[in-house]
């Protein structure tokens, strides 16, 4: 059983990349409506979704915008969505107090699989990041 402050700290994770998420959904369909109505559905894989961010935000605004405002926070949603993906995807394990281990595979062009000790502080500075990173994104967009 995993202790109530990891569990926290994995739902945090969660709550936060669902905002991030339902943000760049809301900012594209604002970005690529047509007469108010969205063009595409966006529930759709991340990497797909931030594409579309990507695209959206050239198209409307301008490289130049993209370059100087959104590209450095699209490099951070690259790098968060590894974390992400470790947290949701991992089979979890206490090794001992405060101390963790994360497990899980991915398909590349082999089937791989990885594993990596985790604190509950390195979770807790993941889930500071990412609001960080939240935050950053809302004023980028405003």
């Avoid at 109505?37 to 894989?45: A, Q, Y």
């Avoid at 405002?69 to 949603?77: E, G, S």
Wanted: charged share 30%; net charge positive; aromatic share 8%.
């Amino acid at each position: 059983m995993l202790p109530r402050s990891l569990l926290i700290e994995i739902g945090r994770l969660a709550t936060i990349w669902a905002e991030i998420e339902q943000f760049l959904i809301l900012d594209v369909s604002a970005l690529t409506a047509v007469d108010g109505v969205p063009t595409g559905h966006l529930r759709i894989e991340f990497r797909r979704l931030r594409e579309e961010w990507i695209k959206s935000i050239k198209d409307k605004l301008g490289d130049r915008y993209f370059d100087k405002v959104c590209n450095p926070i699209n490099q951070r949603l690259v790098d968060a969505s590894e974390s992400r993906g470790m947290v949701f995807h991992g089979t979890w394990r206490a090794v001992k107090r405060g101390s963790y281990r994360v497990e899980w595979h991915e398909q590349k062009r082999r089937l791989v699989w990885f594993s990596i000790p985790i604190s509950l502080q390195e979770m807790r500075d993941v889930n500071s990041g990412l609001h960080k990173l939240l935050t950053d994104l809302k004023a980028a967009r405003s």
